[in-house]
């Protein structure tokens, strides 16, 4: 009789060891499938959420200060920038909103600064709810792009030009999905003129590119 009782209790030892959790029967055979603390991931564990699209539209994540622009030929760095939600800061005469009532979201204006020639792109995108938002913007400006606030390398606001004299200039306005480029080359002296000569003409055609580009597929 003694040895069938130490035989039976071997074998519910062998069998309360074998079980997930031991420690729910015998004490100091590790945790419990009930006590065990639930697990804690470190602080900064859990992934960042992605920026959305209006937190994205900044200077900096679509032309870095430090990236150097290289297109066609045409080489230059960003040399000054700004942004803003009201768009009519963007107009060189905010009495006259060449965008009123077209709905624009938000603004990215950038100059860019040719590394061979004196010449300053000022690069102004605009935000829309929409593509045919953007696309009526676009019609509505037609050749309006002289009416947006050029951009200079420090950020200034151009010289005032003496006399009816105007700076020759070399302007596109092209859209981008949901977005609308507004690109104007000059030279850094605001030298006047009626008709861009070609290193304005080069500057535009790749700058307008650069701009539009980021924006595209969007």
Known sequence: ML???LA???????????RPHPG???PGLGPTSS??????PPP???AAQAPTEAQAFTAERYFPAQRIVDQDGYRARRTAARQGTDCVETQ???AHDALKDL?????VAVAFSRADQPVVT???VLRFNDAGAAAKAAQALGDKAAAFAFTLPDGTPPPAVNGTAKPMTAARVATAGHYLTVTVSRYADQRAGNTPDQALQESTRAAAYVARAPFSWM
Do not use: F, M
């Open 3 to 5: 040895w069938c009782a």
């Open 8 to 18: 039976g209790v071997a074998a519910g030892g062998v069998w309360v060891v074998s």
């Open 24 to 26: 729910d029967l015998l």
């Open 35 to 40: 006590k065990a603390p639930a697990a804690v």
């Open 44 to 46: 900064g564990a859990q």
């Open 92 to 94: 060189a005469d905010r």
């Open 103 to 107: 709905d624009c979201q938000a603004y």
């Open 122 to 124: 000022s690069v102004t």
